[in-house]
């Protein structure tokens, strides 16, 4: 899932949000968790070093590693707020809070950081491994469960509330214990120990020679997340990209942006979880830092009484609204209840038919429901039900939304979706519902059209020809944003201390080459049809003369304030109440020439009042 943390701003400010950070909070029928934790669990013996075959550009242990400064450059950009840890297993030097052999934490569960980045870089190619060998050494007589434990020992150490606690394992070993039963019981024990306190273990399986078979100890010691198919098991990777789709399936948010009571009727309703579809990616915003020491600064808002100086308290303030010359204040509880509609949920009111609902009523992103059994018995049983109903009565649920406390109500749709599976019997399209954001009246505008000149029919069939030629495949993770990408390689340079950073490729600019290739000759007899001889579409546009004296006197007219006034607001010093767009045309009407800013236009036309 997208990042969702910006949905739920505190309102007090900023120093309460930075103290509730990381808090599982639980309101009305609504909640949201805290931090995402990720410890990488790295099989360091002899067999991750050695490549299996001659054209093979990466050793196992080289693949594991770059995959691993991969997650920790994309959270540094996204979730730098998310803590993550490396723990090697097989090493013959060890480190860690309990002293079992064999097992070195390289690093502890904090935020990614630049350090931590070139800290495993030291480890890559024919020199990293020589160092690792040098440094830590390796090692066959290890336990599995040993491992597990520490990572365990690693989360409860944690003094923060955490939303995911998973384990990612790295190894090309598919049976570890394989002629010691009693390692072996122990790893299952303690696989079974972390299902329990809900922490995930993933399997991220490496080329072998004669392959990896899970069947013979994994099968057994992997656990997966509720939202997550039981049935998809990946095969191992023998490429570094077939790795990095792996651990990117894993490693992405599928966390909801809330969970909901779903209102069917009066006496029945269910749980479900709101996922957001769509992000719009931007920069994040900057840090105010101290100049002498360059750590974070952070803001604080207090409010003084404007006569005394003393420090007033939140039960100090009220707020007021004048109402017939009158000022009504109101309480704080007052000004809430205002705000608040009605509490958190989806409140179902009818069924539509599907063809109702136009690609023109499209105001913003759709998000998608999905059943917590968690929070309510029997939710995807009627979640299911409803689902299929839908389906075969092609009908869409209309319901009435409030996503949190105080915010307004909105009508939404509820489109229903079948599950796709591919070749492979793999999922790639969820049962679920969209959830359709519908105008309001007001949203709809009435658009005057200008009357144009209609094309004949050989120009359409023409264009049909181009547009023919010229269509593809279209796939939106297949464009980034340039200018983003740009950001993103400059914040690592800097981080990382590179010579220069690396070039953004634009992937919006059109590739004029293989447009020309395609269309050929087509254009110009698309030009020959559209356009009469001699035009030319690259030529310069004329200038619009200027208005003559009558369009001055009609915005002289346009003027809805007087000199008198404007006398009026220079001595009294309220001329700064006055718009911009008022300002300029009274610049212009007097003949003044002012600046494009407002403290400009107000001294040139305080100067010029003051002098007559």
Known sequence: MSDWVSYYKHEEGEEEEEDQDGEIETVGEYKYSGRDTLVFLVDASRAMFDFYDDDDDLAPFDMTIQCIQNVYTNKIISHDRDLVGVVFYGTEQYKNSVDFEHIYVLQDLDNPGAKRVLELGKYKGEQGRALFRKSFGHSSDYSLGEALWVCSNLFSEVRLKMSHKRVM?????????????????????????????????????????GGFDITLFYRDIINTAEDEDLGVQFGESSKL?????????????KRALSRLNFYLGKDMSLAVGIYNL???????????????????????????????????????????????????????????????????????????????????????????????????????????????????KEVMAVCRYISRRNTPPRFIALVPQEEVLDEQNVQIAPPGFHLIFLPYADDKRNIDFTEKVPANQEQVD????????????????????????QHYMNLEALALDLMEPEKAEDLTVPKTEGIDCRVGHLVEEFKQLVYPPGYNPEGKATKRKRGNGSEQLEKKAKIEISEEELKN??????????????????????????????????????EHFSSH
Do not use: W
Request: hydrophobic share 35%.
């Open 169 to 209: 394992l790295f190894t090309n070993d598919d049976n570890p214990h394989g002629y010691d039963s009693v390692k072996a019981k122990f790893a299952r024990t303690k696989a079974a120990d972390l299902r329990e306190t809900g922490i995930y273990l993933d399997l991220m399986h490496l080329k072998k020679p």
């Open 569 to 606: 607001h220079v001595r009294k010093g309220t001329l700064g109440k006055l718009t911009v767009p008022l300002l300029k045309d009274v610049c212009k009407i007097y003949g003044l020439k002012g600046g494009g800013k407002k403290q400009e236009l107000l001294d040139v036309i305080t």
């Open 241 to 253: 990209e077939d790795l990095m789709k792996k651990v990117r399936a894993k490693e992405t948010r």
């Open 462 to 485: 023409k264009m049909k020809e181009i547009v023919q030629k010229l269509r593809f495949k279209y796939r939106s993770d297949s464009f980034e944003n340039p200018v983003l990408q």
């Open 278 to 392: 769509v992000q719009k990616a931007f920069k994040q915003p900057p840090v105010k830092l101290y100049r002498e020491t360059n750590e974070p600064v952070k803001t604080k808002t207090r409010t003084f009484n404007r006569e005394t100086g003393s420090l007033l308290l939140p039960s100090d303030t009220k707020k007021a609204q004048t109402y017939g010359n009158r000022q009504i204040v109101f309480e704080k509880e007052e000004t809430e209840e205002v705000k608040r509609f009605d509490s958190p949920g989806l409140f179902l009111i009818g069924f539509k038919p599907l063809v109702m609902l136009k690609r023109h009523h499209h105001i913003k992103p759709a998000q998608f429901i999905y059943p917590e059994e968690s929070l309510i018995s029997g939710s995807i049983t009627l979640f299911n039900a409803l689902l299929i109903k839908c389906l075969e």
